[in-house]
């Protein structure tokens, strides 16, 4: 019988965060330890080891509830990703996930301070303090890294994601993924570098289109994410949008289906679970019979899922 709390990304993977807050992956609810700088050190603290030891015993962490939500709705979990292309053998950290500092200059719904030092400025006009949090500086990266994710803030805002992979001995050997809000072109010192990785992908949040997109992401500019849309046509890079779902935007839902349909876009979405407020489970009844008719009229990832969630359904 298949193991159903092991996760392979506590043998392979860390999620290192503005505040130098170290994390088993993006999903876990709390930080387990303070980096310190040493990356090669990180998979060998004792509270990894307890990780993979209640991994193995079955423990069901609390702070993974995500992962087994999804599980029981039908859909893959990152749980189960993971263990598809790693295996708990050997602890050897392979991918590294990265989010330097909180600047950004978007204030999303469904954001907070965390990940957007305007997001305050913006949603709580009375906080005259912008908290930046950033993290040390990162030494004795292991050449066993074959992936990298730069998180936000918003990555490209700074050239701290170049200088980083400028470190990197081995870019043939190692691929490359952005999260970006798709606000900032890439210069051409940027892609030069991008150019000799592996592979580069990125992924760009858009939660509605034209007008809506730019309400839902206050301080985006619909024409600056077709610009950055447009400039990716013309590299070697992979491209997804990525679409996450709530109370404020599902509304939108066919019009952005159809806008990645018109452009052939890969498309993944999600729901956006905290803030809870934000959750389309606190829709009405007829926004829930809408939301529903809608997803029913368009071609969109995880619709079954999706479906579940909004009605509250655990079990597929």
């Known amino acids: 019988m298949a193991n159903m709390s092991k996760c392979s990304a506590f043998w392979v993977h860390t999620n290192i965060r503005p505040g130098n807050r170290i994390f088993p992956c993006c999903r876990f609810k709390q930080p387990i330890a303070t980096f310190t700088g040493d990356v090669s050190a990180v998979l060998h603290i004792e509270e990894y080891n307890k990780l993979r030891e209640g991994s193995l015993n079955g423990v069901r962490f609390p702070e993974c509830e995500k992962c087994y939500t999804e599980e029981n709705q039908g859909k893959e979990s990152l749980r189960q990703k993971f263990n598809k292309e790693y295996s708990t053998n050997k602890v050897e950290l392979k991918f590294l996930e990265i989010g330097f500092d909180n600047i950004c200059n978007l204030a999303c ?162 729901i956006l679970t905290y803030p809870k407020k934000l959750d389309v489970v606190n829709l009405s009844e007829m926004e829930k019979t809408q939301f529903s008719l809608l997803l029913n009229d368009i071609t969109i990832p995880n619709k079954e899922y999706i479906l579940r969630h909004l009605y509250g359904l655990r079990e597929v």
């Open 109 to 270: 719904d469904g954001c907070w301070e965390e990940w957007s030092s305007t997001w305050a400025n913006i949603k709580n006009p009375t906080n005259k303090k912008i908290n930046i949090l950033t993290t040390t500086e990162f030494i004795n990266l292991p050449k066993s890294i074959d992936k990298i994710l730069f998180l936000g803030g918003e990555p490209l805002m700074t050239n701290k994601h170049i200088r980083f992979l400028k470190e990197i001995s081995n870019p043939e050997n190692v691929s490359v993924i952005y999260y970006t809000n798709g606000t900032f072109l890439l210069s051409e010192k940027e892609i030069l570098v991008l150019n000799a990785f592996k592979s580069v992908k990125i992924y760009v949040s858009i939660d509605g289109v034209a007008d809506l997109n730019e309400k839902v992401r206050k301080g985006s500019k619909w024409s600056d994410i077709i610009k950055f849309l447009e400039q990716l046509k013309s590299t070697s890079f992979s491209l997804e949008i990525n679409s996450v779902l709530h109370v404020n935007n599902w509304h939108g839902v066919k019009d952005l289906a159809n806008f990645i349909n018109q452009n052939q876009y890969v498309w993944n979405t999600n």
